[in-house]
């Protein structure tokens, strides 16, 4: 569902979306990724290729088209999205040797939520 919503909005090469205020950060989360969060599981991970200011004042955050699954891990009570620094950030899942990457994403969240894998 997510890669579905993301593809939408591939344009030039890139998919966005867009957030009410820019991250005082954002110079140096160009370069890095934004962790998707779905029913309070880290699932996937979009690399981050810059921010755009949108006409309504809005922030455009500007992603790779590729999606990255990752090891699903339990997050608290928040949908969305969230950038992570390196040493918080889960794993990617490809290259992985233990099978979890074959898992459906429901059930690797469920297991991950009680520290199975």
């Not at 090469?13 to 962790?35: A, K, M, N």
């Not at 969230?82 to 899942?93: K, S, V």
Request: glycine residues 10%.
């Amino acid at each position: 569902m997510l890669e579905a919503r993301l593809d939408g909005r591939i344009e030039a090469g890139e998919t966005h979306i867009v957030t009410r205020y820019r991250p005082t950060r954002h110079g140096e989360l160009i370069g890095g990724s934004l962790y998707w969060i779905i029913k309070h599981q880290l699932v996937a991970r979009s690399a981050i290729i810059g921010f755009a200011e949108e006409e309504n004042g809005y922030c455009r955050i500007r992603l790779a088209p590729d999606l990255v699954a990752i090891r699903h891990r339990a997050k608290r009570a928040h949908q969305g999205w969230r950038y992570l620094d390196e040493a918080d950030a889960p794993a990617d899942l490809a290259g992985d040797t233990d099978g979890s990457d074959a898992l459906p994403a429901d059930l690797a969240g469920r297991l991950a939520a009680l520290a199975l894998i």
